[in-house]
Every structure is written in C-alpha cells, then in structure tokens.
T-cell receptor
Framework: GAGVSQSPSNKVTEKGKDVELRCDPISGHTALYWYRQSLGQGLEFLIY????????KSGLPSDRFSAERTGGSVSTLTIQRTQQEDSAVYLC????????????FGPGTRLTVT | GQSLEQPSEVTAVEGAIVQINCTYQ??????LSWYQQHDGGAPTFLSY????GLEETGRFSSFLSRSDSYGYLLLQELQMKDSASYFC???????????FGSGTKLNVKP
C-alpha cells in the first residue's frame, strides 16, 4: 500500500519568507509526527498528533513554527519568517495508534533558506 | 531532559559482527527503538525493546538493560548494504513520544 508521502521534496526559499510543508500519512494511522534532521545529525522531535487530541507541541523550537492536522489525516508544518538555521530535512512519520511503537517515515522535505 | 549517547562512527568488514551501543538518561522511559537510515533515505524501523533481554530478527538483534539504561544493536554476517546510519530512540511514557540519538554511521568494508 501507499506509504507516507511528503511535499515538496525540495524547497529553496529566501530568508524571511514563510513556507508550508505537507505530509500525507498512511491511511488509517492515527498518530503523526514531525521531526527535523540537520546534516549528519539525529532526528529532533518537533510535534506529535494523536487522533483528535490536542497535539504535543513541546518540540517546536520557536513560535515561528506551527502545525495543523486536518480531519485526522493530512498535516501541514508552517515556518514563518524563515531563518538560515531552519535549513534542514523535515521528516514526517505516522504510526497505527497511541500504543504502536513502529513509525513509518516519509522521504522528507529538504528545506534550504538562502 | 533526555540524553542518548551512541558512537558516531563504526567500521567493520563484510561477514563480521558489529555491536552499536546506546546509553540513555531519561525520565519516563518506556522502551528503546532502533532505526536504519541510508544516505538520502528515510529512517526505517528495525526493532523495539520494552523489556530486558535480547530480541532477534534475522541478522539483527537488539538488547535492553533497563537497570543499566543501556541497549545495543547487534548486526551479524555484515553485508555491504548494511552501510548506513543507525539511530536509537527512547520512547517516553505511554504517549508515543520518541527522542532520537545522534546516530552511528556504520561503514562496512569488503
């Protein structure tokens, strides 16, 4: 079946612009995660959605970052007034439910802020 | 806060056995996962340990000692395709929140 998809695969933007990154999780997966991975680094947790519950936003690095999930499916991560340090690969993952430990990752969006 | 430590890089020869260690300091520990990531690719799930002991899945095994806050991933009969980065991740509470280590780059040489 279809895996997690993300768009765009690459995004180059100028400093100060806003960007939106999209994630389509696996159908039926109620849990959705966003991570950020800088070059050669580990995955930095950003935000976690579970069903219709309030998201866990504890990993968002600043108030320039926000995310929403519509209808319990597609999610959008928005970065306002982008800075050069926002340049990274943004990975989305989904899992079956709140007790499922296996996450399925999308291919990521490579964001470059010039 | 959470902290995980794993070696930054490991080199081994094809056919050998390699162990990648992960030590962690965290509150609310619930389990330890391992993921593989090839260059330019997405992380893929390898294993998960919630209880002490060894879990075996083909050539890969994962071990956890909760009392020592320590785990490892064991790769046997190494193949060139095993060259990748390997991440350990701790699961916090029962909220499905995960914190990842910085990864270990495994280089498999012929």
């Amino acid at each position: 079946g279809a895996g997690v998809s993300q768009s765009p695969s690459n995004k180059v933007t100028e400093k100060g612009k806003d960007v939106e990154l999209r994630c389509d999780p696996i159908s039926g997966h109620t849990a959705l995660y966003w991570y950020r991975q800088s070059l050669g680094q580990g995955l930095e947790f950003l935000i976690y959605f579970q069903g219709n519950s309030a998201p866990d936003k504890s990993g968002l690095p600043s108030d320039r970052f926000s995310a929403e999930r519509t209808g319990g499916s597609v999610s959008t991560l928005t970065i306002q007034r982008t800075q050069q340090e926002d340049s990274a690969v943004y990975l989305c993952a989904s899992s079956l439910g709140p007790s499922s430990y296996e996450q399925y990752f999308g291919p990521g969006t490579r964001l470059t802020v010039t | 806060g959470q902290s995980l430590e794993q070696p930054s890089e490991v080199t081994a020869v094809e056919g050998a056995i390699v162990q990648i260690n992960c030590t962690y300091q965290t509150s609310g520990f619930y389990g330890l996962s391992w993921y593989q990531q090839h260059d330019g690719g997405a992380p893929t799930f390898l294993s998960y340990n919630a209880l002490d002991g060894l879990e075996e899945t083909g050539r890969f095994s994962s071990f956890l000692s909760r009392s020592d806050s320590y785990g490892y991933l064991l790769l046997q009969e190494l193949q060139m395709k095993d060259s990748a980065s390997y991440f350990c991740a701790v699961r916090i509470g029962n909220f499905n929140k995960f914190y990842f280590g910085s990864g270990t780059k495994l280089n498999v040489k012929p």
